[in-house]
T-cell receptor
Framework: DARVTQTPRDKVTEMGQEVTMRCQPI?????VFWYRQTMMQGLELLAY????????DSGMPKDRFSAEMPDATLATLKIQPSEPRDSAVYFC?????????????????FGPGTRLTVL | KNQVEQSPQSLIILEGKNCTLQ??????????LRWYKQDTGRGPVSLTI?????NTKSNGRYTATLDADTKQSSLHITASQLSDSASYIC???????????FGAGTTVTVRA
């Protein structure tokens, strides 16, 4: 049963601390998406990778957020320094595409999320 | 303005009853529409994906309809069960684009 895995599931930290969230996409998938979900904004796209290359990070605050894919089995989202307004659930999703834009009928498979609380 | 609007925001139904959720979209050009189910504390899981030519699609007790002319979709839950308690999110991708337009979701609570 192939699934996207994310760690940690829950993270509580203090303002100013560095936070690193990890994602293992489904084996064989070549696209990775990072989303943030809040009650106010719903799901928002933060970053998009294809074949480990970042193609879109326009949804991320550039000064504090960074996303990388060190290898095909690991994607990371880092916040430094963290702020209370970063409190949200962060989801990773993976999929597969043969073009630089996901074909419209390809699904994105979501992980269980990391619930981040910044005090 | 969000290009995907869902209603109602929330609803409560008794176990065994039916309910219908609505989704209106303005995303253009249109390629497909997806309904996701999100259980509390979990990530969204796809229920159905409907393309332009499909009017109705079922997945067990879930039936989705699509009217591409009026840009409306509905998700009907038949004989609801306690496990149907979740948020249901309508998602419309831009044609040939990886970006998804998400609705705010409808929270369904099924009570015994």
């Amino acid at each position: 049963d192939a699934r996207v895995t994310q760690t940690p599931r829950d993270k509580v930290t203090e303002m100013g601390q560095e936070v690193t969230m990890r994602c293992q996409p489904i084996l064989g998938h070549n696209t990775v998406f990072w989303y943030r979900q809040t009650m106010m904004q719903g799901l928002e796209l933060l970053a998009y990778f294809r074949n480990r290359a970042p193609l879109d990070d326009s949804g991320m605050p550039k000064d504090r957020f960074s996303a990388e894919m060190p290898d095909a089995t690991l994607a990371t989202l880092k916040i430094q320094p963290s702020e209370p307004r970063d409190s949200a659930v962060y989801f990773c999703a993976s999929g597969w595409t043969i073009s630089d834009r996901a074909p419209p009928n390809n699904e994105q498979f979501f992980g269980p999320g990391t619930r981040l609380t910044v005090l | 303005k969000n290009q995907v609007e869902q209603s109602p925001q929330s609803l409560i139904i008794l176990e065994g009853k039916n309910c219908t959720l609505q989704c209106n979209y303005t995303v253009s050009p249109f390629s497909n529409l997806r309904w996701y189910k999100q259980d509390t504390g979990r990530g969204p899981v796809s229920l159905t994906i409907m393309t332009f030519s499909e009017n109705t699609k079922s997945n067990g007790r879930y039936t989705a309809t699509l009217d591409a002319d009026t840009k409306q979709s509905s998700l009907h839950i038949t004989a609801s069960q306690l496990s149907d308690s979740a948020s249901y999110i309508c998602v419309v991708p831009r044609s040939n684009d990886y970006k998804l337009s998400f609705g705010a979701g409808t929270t369904v609570t099924v009570r015994a």
